[in-house]
């Protein structure tokens, strides 16, 4: 079973960036289709990006599209997402997650391998 853990997360004023990085155990089919969701207290766990294998299609929710880039290493078993112009609505537990399949997805529940993982905090 593929482990992933993720990293990067922080306190952060409104209009600060973070960098998010999502590291894998092993080169599995569980990250054909790697994503990012997160999850804020009292809310149900929502859609930020996901991005294809070879890492050129890219999809996004429309509360990030413009500010977030996701990206992903596959020689390092690496995911990213760049977060740019941070929001306090942006402050949430982020997750990275896997699927085997090749097709990008929004739905959380299409995602069967998920890391535990980090709180950004976005306040002033």
């Known amino acids: 079973q593929v482990q992933m853990v993720e990293s990067g997360g922080g306190f952060v004023q409104p209009g600060g960036s973070l960098r998010l990085s999502c590291a894998a155990s092993e080169r599995t089919s569980n990250t054909n289709t790697w994503a990012w969701l997160r999850q804020s207290p009292g809310m149900e766990r929502e859609f930020v990006a996901a991005v294809t294998y070879n890492g050129g299609r890219m999809i996004y929710a429309d509360s990030v599209k413009g500010r977030f880039t996701i990206s992903r290493d596959n020689v390092q078993n690496m995911m990213y997402l760049q977060m740019n112009r941070l929001r306090p609505e942006d402050t949430a537990t982020y997750f990275c997650?896997?699927?085997?399949?090749?097709?990008?997805?929004?739905?959380?529940?299409?995602?069967?391998?998920w890391g535990h993982g980090t709180q950004v905090t976005v306040s002033s």
């Open positions: 997650a896997g699927r085997p399949a090749f097709t990008l997805s929004k739905e959380p529940t299409d995602f069967i391998t």
